[in-house]
């Protein structure tokens, strides 16, 4: 037996020879959001389709609520669904739209009424039950498509990439929204993503993908923070690599040359004894008018050789000597023009060795 709404175990899937999902583990308990986030080809929709039941999995075991059912039909597992695509019936009403699965199930006329009527609420276009599709915008239809997934009381919550066809603006109203029923619903989540963003604000939980396996898997800031490995730590971008050389200690750091005449802290229970290359998130440095003084940070004179204006951010690029390397800080009240010299301060534990 098992306590969690979602228990997969060891499950693997093979097209052929291609295999597409591989030993892949995952525990959900109830009421949680889980995004399964990775680049394209890794086996998120593979895994969402054989949690569906639109997969057979070749291995490995699956279970929803205690019970196995890996061999259980799509249509008995009582499960709401929002695609990509949201497949609205282009000439049905929003209404029939989201009845259909009822229908499908024989819930009584009034009372499919009833539910419609409060699962529009829910997605709050409660006046739009005789729209067509086409009579609605993007954002409208993709609403209807998560009323059609909840409105049957489903056991589970599945998404594949359902923002992916809007346009930004409107996909960030979409986050906020689909989070909003979840919570309101408590129902158990699983959404597909390869958008970093969306995974990160939405989950309670992020399975990291990549080449049909679990990378990673931890709350936004774990997986964020403490990426488990390389591939991790480089999914969300924004990584600076450096070489550096030692060249001692202070006390229980240990000193770094990174560029001629430029040294640096760094924190670590490695020996370091030659030169070795360290990762850095571009997002954990910051620049400064004056140095920041600090027994254990190290603060650098750089040179501004590019800036990039994002909106609430703005990525620099930073010369030391003969090394390059990007920050990306708030644009507050000081920005850093290009040819002007800063300081640059960074702690000792941004410093991340993988090799
Ligand atoms: N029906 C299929 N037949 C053969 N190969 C498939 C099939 N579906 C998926 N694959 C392969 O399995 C891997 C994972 O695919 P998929 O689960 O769709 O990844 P994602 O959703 O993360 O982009 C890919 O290499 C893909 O080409
Ligand atoms: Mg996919």
């Not at 604000?201 to 679990?214: E, F, I, L």
Request: aromatic share 6%.
């Amino acid at each position: 037996m098992t306590n969690f709404a979602i228990d997969i175990r060891k499950a693997a899937k093979w097209y052929g020879s291609v295999c597409a999902v591989q030993d892949f583990d995952l525990q959900v308990p109830e009421g949680q959001f889980v995004a399964l986030l990775g680049s394209s080809g890794s086996g998120k929709t593979t895994t969402l389709r054989m949690l569906a039941g639109l997969e057979t999995p070749s291995g490995g075991d699956i279970l929803v609520k205690g019970r196995r059912v890996n061999d259980v039909p799509v249509h008995k597992r009582n499960f709401g669904m929002v695609f990509q695509n949201h497949a609205l019936f282009p000439h049905k009403t929003a209404f029939d739209n989201i009845a259909f699965g009822l229908k499908y199930r024989s819930v009584k006329a009034e009372q499919i009424r009833e539910r419609v009527r409060r699962a529009l609420e829910i997605v709050r276009l409660p006046h739009c039950e005789d729209r067509l599709p086409s009579q609605m915008s993007g954002g409208q239809q993709q609403r209807i498509a998560v009323a059609r997934a909840i409105v049957i009381e489903p056991d589970l919550l599945l998404f594949d990439e359902p923002l992916s066809s809007l346009d930004a603006g409107l996909r960030d109203e979409m986050r906020g929204e689909i989070k909003r029923i979840q919570q309101t619903l408590g129902i158990t989540t699983v959404f597909v993503t390869h958008d970093q963003a969306e995974a990160l604000s939405m989950a309670d939980k992020v399975v990291v993908m990549h080449n049909g396996r679990k990378q990673q898997e931890g709350t936004p800031e774990e997986i964020y923070r403490t990426p488990g490995s390389e591939f991790v730590m480089r999914f969300f971008g924004n990584v600076n690599e450096v070489l550096g050389r030692p060249v001692g200690r202070s006390g229980a750091l240990t000193r770094i040359e990174i560029a001629e005449g430029a040294q640096v802290l760094i924190r670590t229970d490695r020996e370091i004894e030659a030169e070795t290359r360290f990762l850095l998130r571009a997002d954990e440095l910051r620049l400064s008018a004056t140095p920041v003084p600090g027994e254990e940070v190290s603060c650098l004179q750089v040179r501004i050789v590019g800036r990039e204006y994002l909106g609430m951010l703005a990525r620099y690029r930073v010369e030391i000597g003969d090394l390059v390397i990007q920050v990306i800080q708030p644009v507050e009240d000081k920005d850093f023009p290009e040819g002007q010299s800063a300081w640059l301060t960074i702690r000792p534990d941004s410093w991340r060795i993988w090799s």
